[in-house]
Protein backbone atom coordinates (compact mmCIF):
# COMPACT_ATOMS: atom_id res chain seq x y z
CA UNK A 1 0.00 0.00 0.00
CA UNK A 2 1.34 3.46 -1.12
CA UNK A 3 2.71 5.50 2.19
CA UNK A 4 0.64 8.62 1.01
CA UNK A 5 -0.95 8.55 -1.56
CA UNK A 6 -3.53 11.21 -1.38
CA UNK A 7 -3.01 15.23 -0.87
CA UNK A 8 -3.88 17.32 2.70
CA UNK A 9 -6.36 19.69 2.41
CA UNK A 10 -6.39 20.83 5.99
CA UNK A 11 -5.64 19.66 9.45
CA UNK A 12 -2.46 18.29 11.30
CA UNK A 13 -1.16 15.33 9.29
CA UNK A 14 -1.12 12.37 12.43
CA UNK A 15 1.80 11.68 13.86
CA UNK A 16 5.22 9.82 12.06
CA UNK A 17 5.61 7.79 15.54
CA UNK A 18 3.19 5.02 16.70
CA UNK A 19 0.13 6.35 19.02
CA UNK A 20 -3.32 4.51 20.25
CA UNK A 21 -5.50 4.69 17.61
CA UNK A 22 -6.48 6.21 14.00
CA UNK A 23 -10.40 7.39 12.97
CA UNK A 24 -10.81 7.03 9.69
CA UNK A 25 -13.71 8.16 7.87
CA UNK A 26 -14.83 7.90 4.05
CA UNK A 27 -16.43 11.34 2.73
CA UNK A 28 -17.97 10.83 -0.96
CA UNK A 29 -21.21 13.69 -0.91
CA UNK A 30 -23.68 13.51 2.57
CA UNK A 31 -21.80 16.92 3.52
CA UNK A 32 -24.00 17.58 6.99
CA UNK A 33 -23.88 13.75 7.94
CA UNK A 34 -20.06 13.43 7.14
CA UNK A 35 -19.61 16.90 9.73
CA UNK A 36 -21.95 15.19 12.29
CA UNK A 37 -19.00 11.55 11.86
CA UNK A 38 -15.83 14.34 11.94
CA UNK A 39 -17.16 16.08 15.17
CA UNK A 40 -18.69 13.07 16.93
CA UNK A 41 -14.80 11.30 16.30
CA UNK A 42 -12.57 14.58 17.18
CA UNK A 43 -14.77 14.42 20.39
CA UNK A 44 -13.43 11.25 21.43
CA UNK A 45 -11.66 10.68 24.81
CA UNK A 46 -9.37 8.82 26.52
CA UNK A 47 -6.63 7.90 24.05
CA UNK A 48 -4.08 9.49 21.71
CA UNK A 49 -6.22 9.07 18.88
CA UNK A 50 -5.78 10.57 15.07
CA UNK A 51 -8.92 11.78 12.39
CA UNK A 52 -7.84 10.94 9.11
CA UNK A 53 -10.55 11.70 6.97
CA UNK A 54 -10.27 10.42 3.19
CA UNK A 55 -12.35 12.59 0.66
CA UNK A 56 -13.32 10.28 -2.52
CA UNK A 57 -14.28 13.03 -5.26
CA UNK A 58 -16.73 14.78 -3.21
CA UNK A 59 -17.99 18.08 -4.76
CA UNK A 60 -15.93 21.13 -4.48
CA UNK A 61 -18.70 22.63 -1.80
CA UNK A 62 -18.71 20.02 0.14
CA UNK A 63 -14.58 19.97 0.39
CA UNK A 64 -14.67 23.06 1.35
CA UNK A 65 -17.46 22.49 4.05
CA UNK A 66 -14.86 19.90 5.30
CA UNK A 67 -11.82 22.03 4.98
CA UNK A 68 -13.55 24.66 6.93
CA UNK A 69 -14.43 22.20 9.90
CA UNK A 70 -11.27 20.32 10.04
CA UNK A 71 -9.27 23.69 10.07
CA UNK A 72 -10.74 24.08 13.58
CA UNK A 73 -10.28 20.76 15.01
CA UNK A 74 -7.12 18.86 16.90
CA UNK A 75 -5.38 15.94 15.51
CA UNK A 76 -7.87 15.88 12.26
CA UNK A 77 -6.61 15.68 8.66
CA UNK A 78 -8.69 15.91 5.81
CA UNK A 79 -6.73 14.22 2.53
CA UNK A 80 -8.06 14.08 -0.69
CA UNK A 81 -8.02 11.66 -4.02
CA UNK A 82 -9.79 12.67 -7.38
CA UNK A 83 -11.91 10.01 -8.07
CA UNK A 84 -13.78 6.99 -5.58
CA UNK A 85 -12.26 3.81 -5.11
CA UNK A 86 -14.61 2.27 -3.21
CA UNK A 87 -14.90 1.45 0.54
CA UNK A 88 -12.09 -0.97 0.94
CA UNK A 89 -9.89 0.67 -1.78
CA UNK A 90 -10.44 4.05 0.44
CA UNK A 91 -10.33 2.25 3.85
CA UNK A 92 -6.60 0.98 2.59
CA UNK A 93 -5.37 4.15 1.45
CA UNK A 94 -7.07 6.04 4.82
CA UNK A 95 -4.97 3.53 7.02
CA UNK A 96 -1.97 3.77 5.31
CA UNK A 97 -1.57 7.15 6.04
CA UNK A 98 -1.65 6.48 9.69
CA UNK A 99 0.23 4.77 12.60
CA UNK A 100 -2.47 4.26 15.31
CA UNK A 101 -2.09 0.66 16.76
CA UNK A 102 -6.06 0.32 16.31
CA UNK A 103 -7.78 1.14 13.47
CA UNK A 104 -11.55 2.25 14.66
CA UNK A 105 -13.87 2.54 11.26
CA UNK A 106 -17.01 5.15 11.49
CA UNK A 107 -19.44 5.52 8.32
CA UNK A 108 -19.65 8.83 7.27
CA UNK A 109 -23.46 8.73 7.90
CA UNK A 110 -22.80 7.47 11.67
CA UNK A 111 -21.21 9.15 15.21
CA UNK A 112 -20.30 7.50 18.27
CA UNK A 113 -22.71 6.89 20.70
CA UNK A 114 -20.58 7.75 23.77
CA UNK A 115 -17.39 9.52 24.19
CA UNK A 116 -14.73 7.01 25.18
CA UNK A 117 -15.97 4.30 22.18
CA UNK A 118 -12.05 4.65 20.36
CA UNK A 119 -10.17 4.08 23.94
CA UNK A 120 -11.80 1.05 24.80
CA UNK A 121 -11.92 -0.32 21.52
CA UNK A 122 -7.88 0.28 21.37
CA UNK A 123 -7.23 -0.95 24.85
CA UNK A 124 -9.27 -3.98 24.09
CA UNK A 125 -7.27 -4.70 20.96
CA UNK A 126 -3.91 -4.07 22.56
CA UNK A 127 -4.27 -6.33 25.68
CA UNK A 128 -5.54 -9.25 23.76
CA UNK A 129 -2.89 -9.95 20.70
CA UNK A 130 -4.95 -12.59 18.90
CA UNK A 131 -8.09 -10.15 18.78
CA UNK A 132 -7.96 -8.70 15.20
CA UNK A 133 -11.39 -6.67 14.78
CA UNK A 134 -14.15 -5.89 17.44
CA UNK A 135 -17.45 -4.82 15.57
CA UNK A 136 -19.63 -2.40 17.17
CA UNK A 137 -23.11 -2.82 17.96
CA UNK A 138 -25.13 -0.30 15.95
CA UNK A 139 -27.90 1.65 16.64
CA UNK A 140 -30.57 3.24 14.73
CA UNK A 141 -30.87 7.05 14.46
CA UNK A 142 -32.82 7.33 17.49
CA UNK A 143 -29.72 6.61 19.40
CA UNK A 144 -31.86 3.78 21.28
CA UNK A 145 -32.93 0.78 19.17
CA UNK A 146 -30.84 -1.79 17.43
CA UNK A 147 -29.90 -1.12 13.67
CA UNK A 148 -31.82 -4.12 12.51
CA UNK A 149 -30.69 -3.73 8.59
CA UNK A 150 -26.80 -3.27 9.86
CA UNK A 151 -27.17 -6.98 11.62
CA UNK A 152 -24.63 -8.85 10.25
CA UNK A 153 -24.30 -11.62 12.61
CA UNK A 154 -26.99 -14.74 12.74
CA UNK A 155 -30.90 -14.02 14.15
CA UNK A 156 -30.39 -16.22 16.77
CA UNK A 157 -27.93 -13.60 18.22
CA UNK A 158 -29.68 -10.74 18.21
CA UNK A 159 -30.95 -11.57 22.37
CA UNK A 160 -27.13 -10.64 22.41
CA UNK A 161 -26.46 -7.53 20.54
CA UNK A 162 -25.62 -5.62 23.71
CA UNK A 163 -22.98 -8.25 25.08
CA UNK A 164 -19.66 -9.91 23.64
CA UNK A 165 -19.86 -13.02 21.89
CA UNK A 166 -17.00 -14.47 19.39
CA UNK A 167 -18.22 -14.38 15.67
CA UNK A 168 -16.56 -14.86 12.04
CA UNK A 169 -17.46 -11.21 10.74
CA UNK A 170 -18.22 -7.48 11.74
CA UNK A 171 -20.27 -4.79 10.18
CA UNK A 172 -18.05 -2.45 8.52
CA UNK A 173 -20.29 0.69 9.49
CA UNK A 174 -18.96 0.95 12.78
CA UNK A 175 -15.69 -1.22 13.44
CA UNK A 176 -11.71 -1.14 15.04
CA UNK A 177 -9.25 -3.19 13.51
CA UNK A 178 -5.90 -4.51 14.98
CA UNK A 179 -3.01 -2.59 13.07
CA UNK A 180 -1.12 -6.03 13.07
CA UNK A 181 -3.76 -7.70 11.62
CA UNK A 182 -4.27 -5.61 8.91
CA UNK A 183 -0.79 -5.18 7.93
CA UNK A 184 -0.32 -8.99 8.05
CA UNK A 185 -3.30 -9.55 5.94
CA UNK A 186 -2.23 -6.29 3.42
CA UNK A 187 -5.63 -4.95 4.31
CA UNK A 188 -8.82 -4.89 2.39
CA UNK A 189 -9.45 -6.37 -1.01
CA UNK A 190 -9.42 -3.11 -3.07
CA UNK A 191 -10.65 -5.20 -5.85
CA UNK A 192 -14.37 -6.04 -4.45
CA UNK A 193 -15.50 -1.90 -4.21
CA UNK A 194 -18.45 -2.24 -2.23
CA UNK A 195 -20.37 -5.17 -0.13
CA UNK A 196 -18.55 -8.05 1.27
CA UNK A 197 -15.32 -6.76 1.85
CA UNK A 198 -14.98 -7.28 5.72
CA UNK A 199 -16.43 -10.71 5.11
CA UNK A 200 -13.96 -11.00 2.74
CA UNK A 201 -11.14 -9.67 5.75
CA UNK A 202 -12.71 -12.16 8.29
CA UNK A 203 -12.16 -15.37 6.55
CA UNK A 204 -8.99 -14.47 6.02
CA UNK A 205 -7.88 -12.72 9.33
CA UNK A 206 -9.71 -16.38 10.80
CA UNK A 207 -7.71 -18.26 8.56
CA UNK A 208 -4.52 -16.81 9.57
CA UNK A 209 -5.39 -17.33 13.35
CA UNK A 210 -7.08 -14.29 14.59
CA UNK A 211 -10.18 -13.91 16.47
CA UNK A 212 -13.30 -11.99 15.71
CA UNK A 213 -15.84 -10.44 18.25
CA UNK A 214 -18.75 -8.30 18.46
CA UNK A 215 -18.70 -5.76 21.66
CA UNK A 216 -22.46 -4.60 22.56
CA UNK A 217 -21.14 -2.28 24.29
CA UNK A 218 -19.24 -0.20 22.38
CA UNK A 219 -21.75 1.51 19.94
CA UNK A 220 -22.09 3.59 17.49
CA UNK A 221 -25.08 5.63 15.74
CA UNK A 222 -25.78 4.87 12.03
CA UNK A 223 -28.31 7.61 10.37
CA UNK A 224 -28.45 5.57 7.27
CA UNK A 225 -28.32 8.39 4.65
CA UNK A 226 -29.85 8.09 1.32
CA UNK A 227 -27.20 10.73 -0.32
CA UNK A 228 -24.32 8.83 -2.64
CA UNK A 229 -25.91 5.45 -0.97
CA UNK A 230 -25.35 2.79 -3.62
CA UNK A 231 -28.73 1.40 -3.70
CA UNK A 232 -30.50 -1.74 -5.98
CA UNK A 233 -30.79 0.14 -8.57
CA UNK A 234 -27.34 1.51 -9.56
CA UNK A 235 -25.37 -1.45 -8.62
CA UNK A 236 -26.11 -2.67 -5.47
CA UNK A 237 -27.00 -5.91 -6.41
CA UNK A 238 -24.93 -6.66 -8.90
CA UNK A 239 -21.98 -6.06 -6.11
CA UNK A 240 -23.78 -8.20 -3.82
CA UNK A 241 -23.68 -10.91 -6.64
CA UNK A 242 -20.71 -10.92 -7.96
CA UNK A 243 -18.42 -10.14 -4.44
CA UNK A 244 -20.10 -13.30 -2.52
CA UNK A 245 -19.52 -15.78 -5.57
CA UNK A 246 -15.56 -14.45 -6.09
CA UNK A 247 -15.32 -15.33 -2.35
CA UNK A 248 -16.94 -18.31 -2.28
CA UNK A 249 -14.72 -19.10 -5.30
CA UNK A 250 -11.66 -18.27 -3.70
CA UNK A 251 -12.35 -20.87 -0.99
CA UNK A 252 -14.31 -23.60 -2.44
CA UNK A 253 -13.86 -23.35 -5.92
CA UNK A 254 -16.48 -24.02 -8.74
CA UNK A 255 -17.72 -26.03 -6.25
CA UNK A 256 -18.41 -23.74 -3.62
CA UNK A 257 -19.64 -20.95 -6.49
CA UNK A 258 -22.34 -23.03 -8.81
CA UNK A 259 -25.31 -23.02 -6.04
CA UNK A 260 -24.47 -20.08 -4.92
CA UNK A 261 -25.23 -18.83 -8.36
CA UNK A 262 -28.07 -20.75 -8.83
CA UNK A 263 -29.96 -19.08 -5.39
CA UNK A 264 -28.85 -15.83 -7.03
CA UNK A 265 -30.51 -16.60 -10.17
CA UNK A 266 -33.79 -17.56 -8.49
CA UNK A 267 -33.98 -14.60 -6.58
CA UNK A 268 -32.72 -12.27 -9.20
CA UNK A 269 -35.78 -13.08 -10.71
CA UNK A 270 -38.12 -12.97 -8.46
CA UNK A 271 -37.26 -9.51 -7.78
CA UNK A 272 -37.22 -8.98 -11.40
CA UNK A 273 -32.99 -8.45 -11.67
CA UNK A 274 -32.62 -11.35 -13.60
CA UNK A 275 -30.49 -9.79 -16.19
CA UNK A 276 -28.36 -7.93 -13.83
CA UNK A 277 -28.14 -11.11 -12.12
CA UNK A 278 -26.68 -12.99 -15.02
CA UNK A 279 -24.23 -10.30 -16.08
CA UNK A 280 -22.93 -10.34 -12.67
CA UNK A 281 -22.32 -13.77 -12.01
CA UNK A 282 -20.62 -14.12 -15.50
CA UNK A 283 -18.83 -10.63 -14.37
CA UNK A 284 -17.76 -12.92 -11.11
CA UNK A 285 -16.42 -16.05 -13.52
CA UNK A 286 -14.42 -13.99 -15.53
CA UNK A 287 -12.78 -12.64 -12.63
CA UNK A 288 -12.65 -15.98 -10.05
CA UNK A 289 -9.49 -16.73 -12.78
CA UNK A 290 -7.51 -14.25 -11.78
CA UNK A 291 -7.68 -14.45 -8.14
CA UNK A 292 -5.68 -16.58 -5.66
CA UNK A 293 -7.55 -19.69 -4.10
CA UNK A 294 -7.31 -19.99 -0.44
CA UNK A 295 -7.46 -22.97 2.04
CA UNK A 296 -9.17 -23.82 5.13
CA UNK A 297 -7.56 -26.50 7.78
CA UNK A 298 -9.35 -28.08 10.51
CA UNK A 299 -8.81 -25.04 13.25
CA UNK A 300 -10.07 -22.70 11.07
CA UNK A 301 -13.38 -24.83 9.79
CA UNK A 302 -13.89 -25.44 13.67
CA UNK A 303 -14.09 -21.98 14.26
CA UNK A 304 -16.70 -20.72 11.76
CA UNK A 305 -18.87 -24.07 12.45
CA UNK A 306 -18.55 -23.10 16.17
CA UNK A 307 -19.19 -19.64 15.97
CA UNK A 308 -21.70 -18.95 12.78
CA UNK A 309 -22.58 -22.45 11.47
CA UNK A 310 -24.26 -23.59 15.03
CA UNK A 311 -26.30 -20.17 15.20
CA UNK A 312 -27.65 -20.35 12.03
CA UNK A 313 -28.57 -24.17 12.44
CA UNK A 314 -32.59 -24.90 13.23
CA UNK A 315 -33.05 -25.68 16.63
CA UNK A 316 -35.57 -28.04 17.59
CA UNK A 317 -38.24 -27.00 19.83
CA UNK A 318 -38.21 -28.12 23.20
CA UNK A 319 -40.26 -30.82 24.74
CA UNK A 320 -42.94 -29.15 27.67
CA UNK A 321 -42.18 -30.63 30.62
CA UNK A 322 -45.01 -33.44 32.11
CA UNK A 323 -46.39 -32.25 34.69
CA UNK A 324 -45.57 -32.76 38.12
CA UNK A 325 -48.14 -34.83 40.46
CA UNK A 326 -47.43 -34.44 44.30
CA UNK A 327 -49.75 -35.97 46.73
CA UNK A 328 -51.72 -33.46 48.06
CA UNK A 329 -50.92 -31.97 51.35
CA UNK A 330 -47.21 -31.57 49.71
CA UNK A 331 -47.32 -28.42 47.40
CA UNK A 332 -45.15 -25.66 48.88
CA UNK A 333 -44.23 -22.05 47.58
CA UNK A 334 -41.21 -21.81 45.90
Known amino acids: MPSEPATLLAGTPPPATPYAADVIILSHHRTEATIAAIRSAAAQTGCDHHVIVLDQNSPPETRTALATLVATLPNTALYAIAENRGVPGGRNLATALGHGRAIIALDNDATF ?21 I ?44 RPCFDSLGGYDASLFFAWEEYEFARRAIAAGWHIEHHGDLAITHAVSPEAR ?58 ATTRPRHHTNATTRSYILAHETAHRLPRPTPRPEPPTLMPAGLEFEP
Open 113 to 133: ATPDVVARAAARLAILPDLGA
Open 230 to 287: VNWQNGRWRYVVRNRLLIAHDWHGTAGMLPRATLYLARGLLAGRLVTTIAAIAEAARL
Open 135 to 178: GFRILASDGTSLDTSSWGYPKSLLAAAARRFTTTVFVGCGHALS
